[in-house]
């Protein structure tokens, strides 16, 4: 029988939200979850599953029943042949990769975290970079879902289509994701290389840079014309060896969140700030390779507040109101960086690039030792302007969405809502924030 704990404070990563759940379960099997599902039937009580706690939203919180998938955490299957992997929903995918790397296999595309679980990757709709590449979400080939009443779906595109097309990004509202089967790669290395240039620069050529890398992105830093951008692609150069750079990177971050702290008493030294770490790390090209899941990850080095949304292309207009935005009101200060990333459209229903290509525009707010910002007025106007483009933004991340919002921004919307409502017909598996996202 599954043992539940009283007094347990959830917090995510960035500790900007957090609760306390009535009772907090660690179930370590498929029945045990059934067991829990079965109380809050009987006791009517909400039930949240929560994984590696990264989102920087409330989306985790509840006050009823929380499941923490983390003991749920094992390869089960590789199949050499089709390059694919099932495992349970609760493995991180820091732990997947060496698991991987065992069999010469890897994952074609990964976020910038990797201590979050499969099944929280997917259902906040996590992404990365490369217009020939989806969000992490269409990896999936196969998954199992306990729906509230116990049952369990398995679904793929020949099996419960309906809810597969729905539950690649399910918000933790369809159900309880058991497993997931993910479409692999053979192993490879990537080469990264970043360089400097100038936002005029990498607007003016944004085709270009898409074409000559499979994955690019960039970083604008605000207040500053400046720019980083990032190449990253196959190669077959092994491992090189960049521990100056990685000493420099350390000790520039460490040295920016002491003058972002300082900032925080004179807030005019934050454009100062960013051209000055622009200088300080960004303006040498710098080369590193690797296997591709030590370069497309990285240390997450202190907490941060982020929106992040998906506008259809349209990169160079949004960015350039954002920027004029921020001249036009000199006393809205913005962190570095603003980083800019592209993905492939896909058929997921609550998919941000549902349908189309998108950009992904991502902003950050520093909270130096803790400490909180002035970052309102800041997210005010970049959601307004996000929204003048058509945007959508990432479910795992802040914003000020209503179901109104939803509806407009996804053709899709009421087909999932049809489909929650038919899996989940008592809402068990909502909280605050699916609230407002479905009523």
Known sequence: MVHGHKGVRFQNWARTYGCCPEMYYQPTSVEEVREVLALARQQNKKVKVVGGGHSPSDI?????????????????????????????????????????????????????????????????????????????????????????????????????????????????????????????????????????????????????????????????????????????????????????????YAVGFYLLEFLLWTSTFLPCLVGWINRFFFWLLFTRKKENSNLSHKIFTYECRFKQHVQDWAIPEKTEEALLELKAMLEAHPKVVAHYPVEVRFTRGDDILLSPCFQRDSCYMNIIMYRPYGKDVPRLDYWLAYETIMKKFGGRPHWAKAHNCTRKDFEKMYPAFPKFCAIREKLDPTGMFLNSYLEKVFY
């Open 60 to 248: 985790a919180c509840t006050d009823g029943f929380m499941i923490h998938m983390g003991k749920m955490n094992r390869v089960l299957q590789v199949n050499k042949e089709k390059k694919q992997v099932t495992v349970e929903a609760g493995i991180l995918l820091t732990d997947l990769h060496p698991q991987l790397d065992k069999h010469g296999l890897a994952l074609s595309n990964l976020g910038a975290v990797s201590d979050v679980t499969a099944g929280g990757v997917i259902g906040s709709g996590t992404h990365n970079t490369g217009i020939k590449h989806g969000i992490l979400a269409t990896q999936v080939v196969a998954l199992t879902l306990m729906t509230a009443d116990g049952a369990i779906l398995e679904c793929s595109e020949s099996s419960n289509t309906e809810v597969f097309q729905a539950a690649r990004v399910h918000l933790g509202c369809l159900g309880v994701i058991l497993t997931i089967t993910l479409q692999c790669v053979p192993q490879f290395h990537l080469q990264e290389t970043t360089f400097p240039s100038t936002l005029k620069e990498v607007l003016d050529n944004l085709e270009s840079h898409l074409k000559k890398s499979e994955y690019f992105r960039f970083l604008w830093f605000p207040h500053s014309e400046n720019v980083s951008i990032i190449y990253q692609d196959h190669t077959n150069k092994p491992p090189s060896s960049s521990a100056s750079w990685f000493w420099d």
